[in-house]
Structures are given as structure tokens and as C-alpha cells.
């Protein structure tokens, strides 16, 4: 097992005031909550520092994580010395964060026994009886599959307690109907698929949030698509009849002549499907062709030479 | 063979109650309805306490409570935490879009 500086995780000295501490807390969970963060590790870096803040926040926790010595070295193989916590009294008091189970092995020999599930712990006894947690998950599909419906397989691990009362990991893997028409940010219900019932209460339930992949030319904002069109100058000057792809299928669009860059057009209906279906949004982007033969510079040339255009003219110079 | 399993989509026509919502962010109905009251929430009809919500409220709500529980900012603290983190990723996705190119 590794040891863990708590110190220097949150980057504070170890004569660091406990406002001192709160203080670097906060900034550091700001900068790695999960919902706010995209750095690529915020979620493992946000558990790591709710974990120091946990034993240093707390005067008991932090004397006796003070007592193990200062000379141990974050990473070091690390056991706890026989009777380590003799003398110190824990008046339990449970996790702020909420969640033991994703504490480290080094935090759970330490103060695992003293700490470990204050409140969770239900004897499912007589007279007492609650309906499971609800839990609550991603699916990450495509947008394709918004469009035909699809089956998803999704691995969840859940925090369970065995019978030796220890907090292991469960992987269970669920195959889902993702039904047409979904789109970003919905939720499906999976009806007792959450967390156990107590004392012969019901099953909590499972909520999965759709959540779109990042795809090569579309872009979704709720049921509406966006896609940026490459064209050609002589289609948007001169106006064409052009193929454009959708997530349904190719289908023909009408470009007016002398359309500029940026110029947005709308598909009625061509977006999610669905009662209301959403639109699909044409974003124009005129594509240059490249001057890399003679011809095409004579032609360049022959454009300079008889169009008279000035794009800067609308700059003055 | 893992059997294929049909959940309920949470769109217009299956909202989520108070009691469902409360529920699914394991908070008091009580706090659900400060939601409410902040403009963070918006139930699709507006007869409490029968208030019916859509599913991406339930993403809202998520989000609030562990702001809340995590970096304890208070409610209208984390309304404009969350105002700001949509636009943002509507920017991000733009962005995006436009390096894709």
C-alpha cells in the first residue's frame, strides 16, 4: 500500500491553519469538480482531494495522520504501525463527500473501522422498511442512433457492502433500448435497477442521461443539427443544386446564387425525430479550390484580371 | 445473454413528479422547490404541489445538489455556476465543430 501525502495533495504546508486548509480545499475543488473541470484526470484528482480534506479538515482525524511521522514520502510502500491510533478518540461524525467507497486502500486501513458507513449501516430489522437509492448513470451514443433507435450495452459499477461488511466494486453490465428520437441531456428510467431496498422496501430505480459522442460533421443543440458545408465559389456565386449528407440519408438542397460564407439555411425537420421533429442547420463554407496547376493560376489570374473584387473594401483601404 | 431491458423515456408526455424528482437527487421535496423558486427548475405545469418536471431537469438538479454538497456555493450561486457551464459547453461544441472542419 502506498502512502499518501494529504500535505502535499493540497499543496498546504503541514503547520497549515485549518482555515489555511479549507481555504486551499475550496480552490482546489473548484478547479476539479467534475461538473466544472475538463482536465482529462479532474474526476480521480476531485476524490483524491475530498480524501486529504476528509482526515485533514477534521482535528482527530489530522492528529492522528500527523503521528504516523513526517518522514514518510507520498507513493512509499506503507503499513500502518500496530496500535497507530491508540489514544485517539474518533467521535465518528460521517464523510462530507459522501461516497467511502472511492477512498483509497491507504485511507480506508487508517480510518476505514472508525469511519467507514456512519448512518449506512441498517440493521433491516422489524418495523423498518425504505425504498432503495436511485443511481444514476451516462449512455453514450451516437447521433445516428437518435435517428434509427439502437441497443446499448452499459457497464455500471456500483458500491456494494458484502457479507463481511467490507465496501467492494460490482460490475453488472445492462443492455438497453435507446428508443429513436432521444437527444442530449434526456433521461430514461429503468425502473428497479437502483439500489437494493431495506428491510424488504423496494428497489430503487436507475436513471441513464443520453449523452451524444462528439461526431465528425454533426453538431447537436437539443433536437436541432448543425453541420458546416463545404462549397464551392462558383455553387454559392452562381447558385446550384447540391447533395448534402444527413443523418437520415443524402438528400438535395437548393443554394441561391451569390450566397457568402457563413450564410446559415434550415432543413425543416431533418433534425431529431420525434413528434416535433428538430431541424437540421446548413452553416455555408466556401472552399477554395487549390492554385496548384497552371491552369488553375491562369484561372485565378483571369479572375483578378476581369472581377475588379476588392474583399477589403468594406475595410476602408 | 444479458436480457434487453426497456426503460421509460422521461420526455413531454413522462414527466417526473415532485415525489420522483425529490427522490432521484435523494433531497427533500422542500429543496426541489427552492429550485423552483431560484429559476433553476422549470416544471411544466405550475400547480404545486403537483409540479411535473421533464427529464432535463433532473440534470439541473444533479448538478446543483453536488455543487452544493461539494464546493458549497448556495443556491443562487449555483444557478449562475450553471447558467455559465451551459454556455460554455454550447461554445465548446462549437469550437469544436469549427477545428473539425
Redesign the interface.
Given at each position: 500500500m502506498e502512502f499518501k501525502d494529504y500535505y502535499e495533495l493540497m499543496g498546504v504546508d503541514k503547520n497549515a491553519t485549518q482555515d489555511e486548509i479549507k481555504r486551499a480545499y475550496?480552490k482546489l475543488?473548484?478547479k476539479y469538480?467534475p461538473?466544472?473541470s475538463?482536465e482529462k484526470d479532474a474526476e480521480a484528482r476531485?476524490k483524491e482531494i475530498?480524501e486529504a480534506y476528509e482526515v485533514l479538515k477534521d482535528p482527530e482525524k489530522r492528529a492522528a495522520y500527523d503521528q504516523l511521522g513526517a518522514n514518510w514520502k507520498s507513493g512509499q510502500d506503507f503499513q500502518p504501525p500496530p496500535d497507530w491510533d491508540a489514544g485517539f478518540e474518533f467521535s465518528g461524525g460521517g464523510f462530507?463527500?459522501?461516497d467511502a467507497s472511492s477512498y483509497s486502500d491507504f485511507f480506508e486501513t487508517l480510518f476505514g473501522q472508525q469511519f467507514k458507513g456512519g448512518g449506512q449501516q441498517y440493521s433491516g430489522g422489524r418495523g423498518f422498511s425504505m425504498?432503495g437509492?436511485?443511481h444514476?448513470a451516462k449512455v453514450l451514443i451516437d447521433l445516428e442512433d437518435a435517428f434509427n433507435g439502437a441497443?446499448r450495452?452499459i457497464t455500471l459499477h456500483a458500491p456494494q457492502v458484502d457479507e463481511a461488511g467490507h465496501v467492494v466494486t460490482r460490475e453488472r453490465?445492462?443492455?438497453?433500448?435507446i428508443?429513436k428520437g432521444?437527444y442530449q441531456?434526456?433521461?430514461?428510467?429503468?425502473?428497479g435497477?437502483g439500489a437494493p431496498g431495506i428491510g424488504g422496501g423496494k428497489q430503487?430505480?436507475?436513471?441513464?442521461?443520453i449523452e451524444f459522442r462528439?461526431h465528425?460533421?454533426y453538431?447537436a443543440?437539443g433536437k436541432d443539427i448543425?453541420l458546416?458545408l463545404?462549397v464551392a465559389p462558383w455553387e454559392a456565386a452562381l447558385g446550384a443544386k447540391i447533395k448534402v449528407p444527413t443523418p437520415a440519408g443524402a438528400v438535395d438542397l437548393k443554394i441561391p446564387a451569390n450566397s457568402t460564407s457563413g450564410k446559415k439555411m434550415r432543413l425543416k425537420g431533418r433534425g431529431i425525430p420525434g413528434k416535433k421533429p428538430g431541424d437540421l442547420y446548413i452553416i455555408l463554407?466556401i472552399a477554395l479550390p487549390p492554385a496548384d496547376t497552371d491552369k488553375a493560376k491562369e484561372l485565378y489570374r483571369k479572375m483578378e484580371q476581369e472581377l475588379a473584387f476588392n474583399p477589403r473594401a468594406d475595410l476602408g483601404v | 445473454m444479458?436480457?434487453?431491458?426497456?426503460?421509460?423515456?422521461?420526455?413531454q408526455e413522462h414527466p417526473l413528479t415532485l415525489g420522483e424528482l425529490s427522490?432521484?437527487c435523494?433531497m427533500h421535496a422542500d429543496w426541489v422547490l427552492e429550485l423552483v423558486e431560484e429559476g433553476i427548475l422549470e416544471p411544466l405545469n405550475p400547480e404545486v404541489p403537483r409540479l411535473q418536471f421533464s427529464?432535463?431537469n433532473?440534470?439541473r438538479a444533479?448538478?446543483v445538489r453536488?455543487?452544493q454538497?461539494?464546493?458549497?456555493v448556495n443556491l443562487s450561486g449555483a444557478a449562475l455556476?450553471l447558467q455559465l457551464?451551459e454556455e460554455v459547453e454550447?461554445l465548446?461544441?462549437?469550437l469544436?465543430?469549427?477545428s473539425?472542419?
Open positions: 475550496r475543488a473548484r469538480h461538473d466544472v475538463k476531485f475530498g462530507t463527500g459522501g425504498q437509492e436511485d444514476h441497443t450495452s453490465t445492462l443492455k438497453v433500448r428508443p432521444v441531456g434526456q433521461q430514461i428510467r429503468l425502473s435497477q430503487g430505480d436507475l436513471y441513464l442521461e462528439p465528425k460533421y453538431r443543440e448543425y458546416d463545404p463554407n | 444479458t436480457q434487453e431491458m426497456i426503460g421509460l423515456l422521461l420526455d427522490r432521484a435523494s427529464g432535463q433532473l440534470h444533479l448538478i453536488r455543487l454538497q461539494d464546493l458549497g455556476a457551464m454550447t465548446r461544441a462549437r469544436n465543430a469549427m473539425c472542419r
